[in-house]
């Protein structure tokens, strides 16, 4: 367990859908990232929280949507969704804005578009 | 544009000899570069690190190169275990000015025994 809980790991929806992902980071951890693994692509940065504000904004489609609340955990909505969203979407988190000391990442919640 | 590339989409190694993991970036602000391991099923999970500063680091059965001028960076696992099949990422970020890590697309190493 790495201290980042994802939920809900599976998801099967149908086009045009929307879902919301959750994330809960390590404790203590303020920082909160988001990242989208398509098949054969890596990990796409999609967009970044610290400590509820929002700070850096990756490939993001303008479709999807996320937020970090005052508790810390950070919810990813995804709407209008498309055959091409399905993917594993991975929350990591760390301590500070920096990658000095790495990300935690949890296992994912794997989105399936029907 | 991939700024972070890994262009070996897999390798195989037997059980003892050593696996080299590439990596090549584009993007000269990288100044901190880290390795993830990802096995199926689960989140990928740190291994080692490197700041820019420093051309070489050691953890135990893993050494992380680095060679600024020609922006390639390289893992280096001796001896190799059947244990350590997984896919590793690279990634780097420019942690200076905080930007988010950016990651390769991975290479699948299989240990064979």
């Known amino acids: 367990d790495s201290g980042v809980t994802q939920t809900p790991k599976h998801l099967i929806t149908a086009t045009g859908q929307r879902v919301t992902l959750r994330c809960s980071p390590r404790s203590g951890d303020l920082s909160v990232y988001w990242y989208q693994q398509s098949l054969d692509q890596g990990l796409q940065f999609l967009i970044q929280y610290y400590n509820g504000e929002e700070r850096a904004k990756g490939n993001i489609l303008e479709r999807f949507s996320a937020q970090q609340f005052p508790d810390l955990h950070s919810e990813l909505n995804l709407s209008s969704l498309e055959l091409g969203d399905s993917a594993l979407y991975f929350c990591a988190s760390s301590p500070v804005l920096g990658t000095v000391y790495g990300y935690t990442f949890g296992s994912g919640t794997r989105l399936t578009v029907v | 544009d991939q700024q972070v590339k890994q262009n070996s989409p897999s390798l195989s190694v037997q059980e003892g000899r050593i696996s080299i993991l590439n990596c090549d970036y584009t993007?000269?602000?990288?100044?901190?570069f880290l390795w993830y391991k990802k096995y199926p099923a689960e989140g990928p999970t740190f291994l080692i690190s490197i700041s820019s500063i420093k051309d070489k680091n050691e953890d135990g059965r893993f050494t992380v190169f680095l060679n600024k001028s020609a922006k390639h960076l390289s893992l280096h696992i001796v001896p190799s275990q059947p244990g350590d099949s997984a896919v590793y990422f690279c990634a780097a970020s420019a942690n200076q000015a905080g930007t988010a890590l950016i990651f390769g697309k991975g290479t699948t190493l299989s240990v064979s025994s």
């Open positions: 993007n000269s602000m990288f100044d901190y």
